[in-house]
């Protein structure tokens, strides 16, 4: 799992963002949970063509670096710079092999990363990683799928995305493919750890204070599509967020 499924994507990864369930739930969510990073610095981890990167540099964050796995990712994210300059940084990077950066940042953002590592101890490191590049009492910001979205349930497919497990377990818990319905679709394969790996493994690498915030529809997709659009989604959500603090070492 990976890189290379990664590096297939590339631009097409951009389009994601146009999908009902990132505009009107993820986006707005993961936004109104990191909130004020005027004057702050922020560590974007499979960080992907740099969305959010670029977001919150946009909003105020002093010293932006981006990192992801995918060389490819990571060059569409360069030229995207290139294009519109805001003095964001970009590295290729496996999070679960991160150097110390050389500084400590204020925040860190981890949007679907936990659920590439292939088994608890690499979570774990993954983690400590994080942990050793933010100052004590930064905040770390992490978007998963929900442990608890189940496959039998509404899916969230009228909000552009299919999930449905691929029959494989890992050590961490099933193993899912994730579909981005564009045109073509867009499958990429990951775990879906289980809610007890996260805590586990953030709180193992010195992580405090943490709180799962559930996703939630903004106003302007109310407005969109109306309430009842969303019953599936309220029903079953398909993904949850999880904040937390870095403790002190």
Same mark, same amino acid.
């Given at each position: 799992?990976g890189t290379?499924?990664?590096d297939?994507?590339g631009?097409?990864?951009?389009?994601?963002k146009?999908l009902p369930?990132?505009?009107?739930?993820?986006?707005?969510? %993961?936004?109104? !949970?990191?909130?004020?990073?005027r004057?702050? /610095?922020l560590l974007d %981890?499979?960080s992907g063509?740099?969305f959010? /990167?670029r977001?919150?540099?946009r909003r105020?964050a002093?010293?932006?670096?981006?990192i992801?796995?995918?060389?490819? !990712?990571?060059a569409?994210?360069r030229? +995207?710079?290139e /294009?519109e300059?805001?003095?964001?940084?970009?590295e290729?990077?496996?999070?679960?092999?991160?150097?110390?950066l050389g500084?400590?940042?204020?925040?860190? +953002?981890a949007?679907?990363?936990l659920?590439y590592?292939?088994?608890?101890?690499?979570?774990e490191?993954?983690?400590?990683?994080?942990?050793?590049? %933010?100052?004590?009492?930064?905040e770390f *910001?992490v +978007?998963n799928? /929900?442990?608890?979205y189940? *496959?039998?349930?509404?899916?969230?497919?009228?909000y552009g *995305?299919?999930?449905?497990p691929?029959?494989?377990?890992?050590?961490?818990?099933p193993?899912v493919?994730?579909?981005?319905?564009?045109d073509?679709p867009?499958?990429?394969v990951a775990n879906?750890?289980?809610?007890?790996?996260?805590?586990k493994? %953030?709180?193992s690498?010195? *992580?405090?204070e943490?709180?799962?915030?559930?996703l939630?529809v903004s106003?302007?997709g109310? $407005?969109e599509f109306?309430?009842?659009f969303w019953?599936?989604?309220h029903?079953?959500p398909?993904?949850?967020? +999880? $904040?937390c603090r870095?403790?002190?070492p």
């Open positions: 799992m290379q499924q990664y297939d994507i631009e097409a990864y951009e389009g994601f146009s369930l990132e505009r009107f739930a993820v986006i707005p969510g %993961l936004l109104a !949970m990191v909130g004020d990073v004057g702050r /610095s %981890l499979a063509t740099g959010y /990167s977001e919150f540099r105020g002093t010293d932006v670096l981006g992801d796995v995918s060389g490819e !990712m990571v569409v994210a030229r +995207l710079e /294009s300059p805001l003095g964001v940084r970009y290729v990077g496996d999070v679960a092999e991160m150097r110390p500084r400590r940042f204020d925040v860190a +953002l949007v679907q990363l659920s590592a292939e088994d608890y101890a690499t979570t490191r993954m983690c400590r990683n994080v942990h050793r590049n %933010l100052r004590p009492g930064g *910001f +978007l799928q /929900s442990p608890d189940r *496959f039998d349930g509404p899916t969230p497919e009228k *995305f299919r999930s449905e691929t029959g494989e377990e890992a050590e961490t818990g193993q493919r994730i579909t981005a319905l564009l073509p867009i499958s990429f879906r750890p289980r809610r007890e790996v996260y805590e493994a %953030l709180r690498a010195g *992580f405090t943490l709180t799962w915030v559930p939630t106003e302007a109310v $407005r109306g309430e009842d019953a599936d989604f029903a079953n398909p993904l949850e967020m +999880l $904040r870095a403790g002190r």
